[in-house]
């Protein structure tokens, strides 16, 4: 299976999932080009509503559509829709209306258009909804069984979604499960927690990191609210050392949620690895790079903190 | 041209909205006292609705985008039935359902929550397109604020409204009122930012709009009537009222935006409401045993 983006992922389970659910329908804010969901609107016309650049507005749109059973998909980059914050608190979280919302364009890794243009905040903000549970998938297979969930989900959830390309990372019998996540190599020496675009990463960074005689549990954790917290400590218990790797903000991402875990239930030497500053432009590998989230620098990271 | 039923409706929910709010101590006279009148003319007045199932798919539905006016919709809906007058009390009160603004999940017959101003519009846009896509009869009411419509997002959704859902679910089942009492908590509006010209800003987005005096039932009720004749288009309604209305000394007084009568003060407001003179005050409550119960309870609260 070739490498595709979990935003075309997404745009591909949409029409899918459109034919068999009349009750699907989708807002944009003039980048439904970029979500990709032109083509669930042009598939299903009388279903897709483009709001014009009013992120806003179509929050708050897709909040009176839930309300009278519409399963509406509210889509912008990340940082656009979640930036606003305040509407998707009253409207979304607070009146518990059923609206999908949808952030693409996440982290570092959309490169050349920097850093207004990328998702680094929307965990941290969401996180704070006590009713919005957030699902960041690593791969094709995951994103189709990830948008499948949330249309059922009842309820509002946010879906973060990558622009780059992602390899399959899941193995053959995957099934989403929210709140559950995916060992997918097994080790004794570190555990590596990373979510979307990272996850296919860490899995490269182990086997640099076997080179070396250190044995990880690579995590796929595409439930970041809530937390797999079973095998987060059965985990941590085992190597007695966590890495979180996320292309995300450390305050308050995956790693501030990890964090928080381990420090009240499971007290555990913890690394996060995100960003810590604003990103930048760039090529996206450049970046990833730069910010140590390629496999060279996730090992090099990971290698240090367990002081090797 | 007045409405003698409506009239009495809206004069006992002003008793309630002062009632209320002395009991909790806190919340927002003013906008209350200013906008009781649509809402009383909306919900007695047309609203096709069932207290007893307030989850009816296809009941019409009002959104209070000034959500700080909620006294005004809960008074409005313990006399439609949804709960009863004892309820108002426990307003603002730990664990009660009246919420010090609109929470959808704690009170049933509450479409949206609101509160944070600027939201209501977008939210009521999407519940009229949603009646339409499922082709449901169902009217929605929204009620904004005049300081409410300085908030961006009001302009986004009165930009996308005349073409949402069209050509073939236009929402034309959506009325909005502008509550225009021409306060807002600082100041009056004209002092703070000023909103005029309302009506040509409302038409340049493409709104048919109309302007009523709204505490006037005839006038609220015509202005209904033509929004609910007009086809492929939401209608604004300006309805131009006093804040405070009813009480001689909230009235026109930004400083009752947010703050509850004490005891003393909410018996006068009482009294002023129902149009007694202070003179025949006494023989009125002593011959009128709900009004007499109502300034027991207050009097007590004084007592505490």
Same mark, same amino acid.
């Given at each position: 299976?070739?490498?595709?983006?979990? =935003?075309?992922? &997404?745009?591909?389970?949409? #029409?899918?999932?459109?034919?068999?659910?009349?009750?699907?329908?989708?807002?944009?804010?003039?980048? *439904?080009?970029?979500?990709?969901?032109?083509? &669930?609107?042009?598939?299903?016309?009388?279903?897709?509503?483009?709001?014009?650049?009013?992120?806003? !507005?179509?929050?708050? #749109?897709?909040?009176?559509?839930?309300?009278?059973?519409?399963?509406? &998909?509210?889509?912008?980059?990340?940082?656009?829709?979640?930036?606003?914050?305040?509407?998707?608190?009253?409207?979304?979280?607070?009146?518990?209306?059923?609206?999908?919302?949808? /952030?693409?364009?996440?982290?570092?890794?959309?490169?050349?258009?920097?850093?207004?243009?990328?998702?680094?905040?929307?965990?941290?903000?969401?996180?704070?909804?006590?009713?919005?549970?957030?699902?960041?998938?690593?791969?094709?297979?995951?994103?189709?069984?990830?948008?499948?969930?949330?249309?059922?989900?009842?309820?509002?959830?946010?879906?973060?979604?990558?622009?780059?390309?992602?390899?399959?990372?899941? @193995?053959?019998?995957?099934?989403?499960?929210?709140?559950?996540?995916?060992?997918?190599?097994?080790?004794?020496?570190?555990?590596?927690?990373?979510?979307?675009?990272?996850?296919?990463?860490?899995?490269?960074?182990?086997?640099?990191?076997?080179?070396?005689?250190?044995?990880?549990?690579?995590?796929?954790?595409?439930? +970041?609210?809530?937390?797999?917290?079973?095998?987060?400590?059965?985990?941590?218990?085992?190597?007695?050392?966590?890495?979180?790797?996320?292309?995300?903000?450390?305050? /308050? %991402?995956?790693?501030?949620?990890?964090?928080?875990?381990?420090?009240?239930?499971?007290?555990?030497?913890?690394?996060?690895? /995100?960003?810590?500053?604003?990103?930048?432009?760039?090529?996206?590998?450049?970046?990833?790079?730069?910010?140590?989230?390629?496999?060279?620098?996730?090992?090099?990271?990971?290698?240090?903190?367990?002081?090797? | 041209?007045?409405?003698?039923?409506?009239?009495?409706?809206?004069?006992?929910?002003?008793?309630?909205?002062?009632?209320?709010?002395?009991?909790?101590?806190?919340?927002? @006279?003013?906008?209350?006292?200013?906008?009781? $009148?649509?809402?009383?003319?909306?919900?007695?007045?047309?609203?096709?609705?069932?207290?007893?199932?307030?989850?009816?798919?296809?009941?019409?539905?009002?959104?209070?985008?000034?959500?700080?006016?909620?006294?005004?919709?809960?008074?409005?809906?313990?006399?439609?039935?949804?709960?009863? $007058?004892?309820?108002?009390?426990?307003?603002?009160?730990?664990?009660?359902?009246?919420?010090?603004? @609109?929470?959808?999940?704690?009170?049933?017959?509450?479409?949206?929550?609101?509160?944070?101003?600027?939201?209501?519009?977008?939210?009521?846009?999407?519940?009229?397109?949603?009646?339409?896509?499922? %082709?449901?009869?169902? =009217?929605?009411?929204?009620?904004?604020?005049?300081?409410?419509?300085?908030? /961006?997002?009001?302009?986004?959704?009165?930009? *996308?409204?005349?073409?949402?859902?069209?050509?073939?679910?236009?929402?034309?089942?959506?009325?909005?009122?502008?509550?225009? !009492?021409? +306060?807002?908590?600082?100041?009056?509006?004209?002092?703070?930012?000023?909103?005029? @010209?309302?009506?040509?800003?409302?038409?340049?987005?493409?709104?048919?709009? +109309?302007?009523? $005096?709204?505490?006037?039932? %005839?006038?609220?009720?015509?202005?209904?009537?033509?929004?609910?004749?007009?086809?492929?288009?939401?209608?604004?309604?300006?309805?131009?009222?006093?804040?405070?209305?009813?009480? *001689?000394?909230?009235?026109? !007084?930004?400083?009752?935006? %947010?703050?509850?009568?004490?005891?003393?003060?909410?018996?006068?407001?009482?009294?002023?409401?129902?149009?007694?003179?202070?003179?025949?005050?006494?023989?009125?409550?002593?011959?009128?045993?709900?009004?007499?119960?109502?300034?027991?309870?207050?009097?007590?609260?004084?007592?505490?």
């Amino acid at each position: 299976m070739p490498a595709k983006a979990s =935003r075309a992922a &997404f745009g591909e389970a949409l #029409i899918e999932l459109g034919a068999k659910d009349e009750r699907i329908v989708t807002l944009d804010a003039d980048l *439904s080009k970029s979500t990709m969901t032109a083509g &669930f609107a042009k598939k299903y016309p009388g279903r897709a509503f483009n709001l014009g650049i009013a992120e806003a !507005n179509m929050v708050g #749109i897709a909040a009176g559509l839930a309300l009278t059973g519409r399963v509406p &998909f509210a889509c912008s980059f990340a940082c656009f829709i979640v930036g606003r914050f305040e509407t998707i608190r009253i409207s979304v979280a607070y009146t518990n209306a059923n609206v999908k919302i949808v /952030g693409t364009h996440v982290g570092v890794a959309i490169g050349e258009d920097g850093y207004s243009q990328m998702g680094l905040e929307d965990i941290a903000c969401m996180r704070a909804l006590p009713n919005v549970p957030i699902v960041q998938p690593a791969d094709e297979v995951e994103t189709k069984q990830a948008i499948a969930y949330a249309a059922e989900h009842p309820g509002p959830i946010y879906l973060r979604l990558t622009r780059q390309n992602l390899e399959p990372v899941c @193995p053959p019998d995957y099934a989403f499960r929210l709140g559950r996540w995916c060992l997918l190599r097994a080790g004794s020496d570190v555990t590596l927690i990373a979510t979307g675009g990272t996850v296919f990463n860490a899995l490269e960074a182990a086997k640099l990191l076997e080179r070396e005689g250190i044995l990880a549990d690579v995590i796929n954790a595409s439930s +970041i609210k809530p937390l797999d917290e079973e095998m987060l400590g059965r985990s941590a218990s085992k190597t007695g050392r966590v890495v979180t790797i996320e292309d995300h903000s450390v305050a /308050g %991402g995956l790693g501030g949620a990890v964090a928080e875990w381990l420090a009240e239930v499971r007290p555990t030497p913890l690394k996060r690895i /995100g960003t810590t500053t604003f990103g930048e432009s760039g090529d996206p590998r450049g970046l990833y790079a730069k910010f140590g989230f390629d496999p060279a620098g996730i090992a090099r990271s990971v290698a240090k903190f367990l002081g090797r | 041209m007045g409405d003698a039923r409506l009239d009495a409706i809206a004069r006992a929910c002003r008793v309630q909205i002062i009632r209320m709010l002395t009991h909790a101590g806190s919340g927002h @006279p003013g906008g209350s006292l200013s906008v009781i $009148d649509v809402l009383v003319a909306i919900m007695f007045g047309r609203l096709r609705h069932d207290p007893t199932r307030p989850d009816w798919p296809e009941r019409d539905r009002i959104v209070l985008s000034k959500g700080h006016a909620v006294p005004a919709l809960y008074a409005a809906m313990a006399a439609a039935g949804y709960f009863s $007058d004892d309820a108002l009390i426990t307003l603002r009160k730990l664990g009660s359902p009246l919420q010090g603004h @609109p929470d959808r999940l704690a009170l049933s017959g509450i479409e949206a929550a609101t509160g944070s101003l600027g939201q209501g519009l977008s939210v009521a846009l999407g519940l009229a397109l949603g009646a339409k896509l499922a %082709g449901s009869p169902s =009217r929605v009411y929204c009620v904004l604020g005049d300081g409410e419509i300085q908030e /961006g997002q009001v302009w986004e959704a009165a930009m *996308s409204a005349p073409k949402l859902g069209q050509p073939d679910h236009p929402v034309d089942n959506l009325t909005v009122v502008v509550d225009y !009492n021409r +306060i807002q908590l600082d100041d009056f509006c004209a002092k703070v930012l000023d909103l005029e @010209p309302v009506v040509t800003k409302w038409q340049a987005f493409g709104w048919p709009v +109309i302007e009523i $005096d709204g505490h006037d039932m %005839g006038q609220i009720a015509k202005a209904l009537d033509q929004a609910e004749a007009t086809k492929r288009t939401p209608t604004l309604i300006v309805a131009h009222t006093v804040k405070g209305k009813g009480v *001689s000394f909230m009235e026109n !007084n930004p400083e009752w935006h %947010g703050k509850a009568p004490k005891p003393a003060q909410a018996i006068s407001a009482i009294r002023e409401i129902l149009g007694v003179t202070e003179a025949g005050w006494d023989a009125f409550v002593a011959a009128d045993t709900a009004t007499a119960a109502i300034v027991d309870e207050l009097r007590r609260l004084d007592a505490k």
